[in-house]
């Protein structure tokens, strides 16, 4: 009877641990957007409107940005004329939406309300990743680099308000990617993916100031700022999240993730970091500025690496694009 006993308590005890360990996840699959079985190909960057609960995602070779009413999951419109859609900025003072078309060389500008092309911004080839600075309103953009043959690339600077390009920078090394700014300062870190390293520049200056070199890891893609405990984060695709010291420019240490990411964000709230690799969500909490707990893996979706963290909806979405015979959707996780 003892014997009985204590192994139904051996039970208990495991499946309570089991369950802890369940409900410890940091996201939950709450739904999946589905989408047409004629949207193939990659996705790049999400964007959102929290005032009319607006959802924009960027299928690269559909060219067209999608547009979704997050409560009802439902694809409201879908935006045409754009070549190669890659990153999107949402004003929602002043109902626009900027996107970068990287075929076209520009950033179009479109009315959010009914969504008429209002006027485009020339730039190079391959306008992609952008930054934006909300206090001055100047949207950053990287372009040009090894589509137009050219061993330099250029941040373009566009004063969104008016529309119109105000400064281009050139920077050695045709492939950029990410960029962070800082509130406090002028200063910009950009992933420098052809040179291996961050270029870090002074806004007010518009240059380049210093250059960290990425050793830790291989392919610095995607990029998240902790400002107040001066960290930067720079997920790299061979399998590494390096953290940086944005006082000193050194690497402190490498987070280990699944290869393949693409994106990568800092919640200051929860002081979580999420890196949307390929198939799987990696999750580490940071514990204080120099330790961070791994808290989960969580499975998306082959090629699932475009991702977008909105902390006032408690939601995490990432898009998969078609494989197989499945067609491409959007996952919606909630934040746990």
């Known amino acids: 009877m003892k014997k009985r006993f204590l192994i139904l308590t051996m039970i208990l005890a495991v499946l309570e641990v089991a369950g802890q360990a369940q409900d410890a996840t940091p996201l939950k699959l709450l739904e999946t957007f589905k989408l047409s079985p004629d949207i193939k190909g990659n996705f790049d960057h999400f964007a959102i409107d929290l005032k009319t609960n607006r959802l924009f995602a960027t299928p690269e070779g559909y060219k067209a940005v999608l547009v979704f009413d997050v409560q009802s999951g439902k694809l409201i419109h879908t ?16 109902h626009r939406l900027y996107v970068t078309d990287g075929e076209a060389g520009e950033l179009k500008i479109f009315d959010s309300t009914n969504y ?19 206090e001055t309103k100047l949207l950053y ?16 600077i566009v004063e969104t308000t008016a529309g119109k390009k105000v400064a281009d920078m050139k920077v050695d090394g045709d492939t950029l990617e990410a960029m962070r700014l800082e509130r406090s300062s002028s200063r910009m870190y950009v992933n420098n993916k052809a040179k291996g390293q961050v270029e870090v520049i002074d806004r007010n200056k518009r240059e380049i100031v210093e250059s960290w070199p990425v050793t830790k890891s291989k392919t610095n893609v995607a990029m998240a700022l902790d400002e107040p405990n001066h960290r930067l984060f720079v997920a790299c695709r061979g399998g590494d999240i390096v953290v940086f010291d944005t006082t000193t420019g050194k690497e402190l240490m490498a987070l280990p993730i699944t290869k393949g990411v693409d994106d990568l ?30 808290l989960g893996k969580v499975p998306t979706g082959p090629l699932g690496r475009t991702s977008l963290l909105v902390p006032a909806l408690k939601r995490y979405f990432v898009a998969v694009p078609q494989h197989g015979t499945e067609s491409a959707g959007i996952l919606v996780f909630e934040v746990l």
């Open 79 to 94: 935006i045409r004329g754009i070549e190669k859609p890659h990153a999107i900025l949402c004003r929602e003072d002043l």
């Open 116 to 134: 008429a092309l209002v006027s485009y911004v020339k730039l190079l080839l391959d306008a992609d990743s952008i930054g934006y600075d909300r």
């Open 141 to 156: 953009i990287d372009n040009g680099g090894g589509d137009v043959h050219e061993t330099y690339s250029m941040i373009s």
């Open 265 to 294: 964000v800092y919640d200051a709230g929860s002081r979580r970091l999420y890196a949307s690799a390929d198939g799987n969500v990696e999750v580490y909490e940071q514990t204080d500025p120099d330790q961070y707990k791994p």
